[in-house]
């Protein structure tokens, strides 16, 4: 047990939706990541927060968006979900988004747009 | 082409067996490589860190890069069924965001 915490495991939605993903790092960490793995383009990054400001962006769709509060949990949103946004989504933590630092990653969150 | 190649699989192979995973890279400013192993229905786990090129041992386990040729390797010295997982490479410069670029994840299966 990594000790990232992701609600919920499964989600099942329809297109055009609106879902809310969310995360707890690791007791300690200030800095959460953001993932989506498929299985054509496997694992990406998509945004990063570090002590609820936002530190970098990866490959983020318009249609989502993320955010971290003063508890530190986070949560990612995803918008006018199309077919294609069905993945696995992974929350990670690290102690300060610096360098030489191990990324925690919770148990994912399993998307299905029908 | 994809900054980071992996080769998907699966690969099978019977216990106790030599296991070789690789990757290959096009972005010479790659300085840290990282291994993660992903069991179903799990988030990826660290396994192996190394910085620019050499090898690192730990255990039944041994990363081995070589910046001359942009290829890194995971060798796993006798399997076990307990290490059929997905395999994933990672990599990133010393400078920026200090974000990982991915490897796709490569399939193992060790049988009994």
């Known amino acids: 047990d990594s000790g990232v915490t992701q609600t919920p495991k499964h989600l099942i939605t329809a297109t055009g939706q609106r879902v809310t993903l969310r995360c707890s790092p690791r007791s300690g960490d200030l800095s959460v990541y953001w993932y989506q793995q498929s299985l054509d383009q496997g694992l990406q990054f998509l945004i990063q927060y570090y002590n609820g400001e936002e530190r970098a962006k990866g490959n983020i769709l318009e249609r989502f968006s993320a955010q971290q509060f003063p508890d530190l949990h986070s949560e990612l949103n995803l918008s006018s979900l199309e077919l294609g946004d069905s993945a696995l989504y992974f929350c990670?933590?690290?102690?300060?988004?610096?360098?030489?630092?191990?990324?925690?990653f919770g148990p994912g969150t399993r998307l299905l747009v029908l | 082409q994809k900054e980071v190649e992996q080769d998907p699989g699966p690969l099978s192979v019977p216990e106790g067996a030599i296991v070789s995973l690789n990757c290959t890279y096009s972005?010479?400013?790659?300085?840290?490589f990282m291994w993660y192993r992903q069991y179903s229905r799990k988030g990826p786990e660290l396994l192996m860190y190394t910085y620019s090129s050499g090898n690192k041992e730990d255990g039944r386990f041994t990363a081995q890069v070589d910046k001359s040729s942009k290829y890194i390797s995971l060798f796993i010295r006798d399997s076990q069924p307990s290490d059929s997982a997905t395999y994933l490479c990672a990599m990133r410069t010393t400078g920026g965001s200090y974000i990982p670029t991915f490897g796709r994840g490569t399939s193992l299966i060790v049988h009994p």
């Open positions: 972005n010479s400013a790659f300085q840290y």
């Open positions: 990670a933590s690290s102690p300060r988004g610096g360098q030489g630092e191990t990324q925690y």
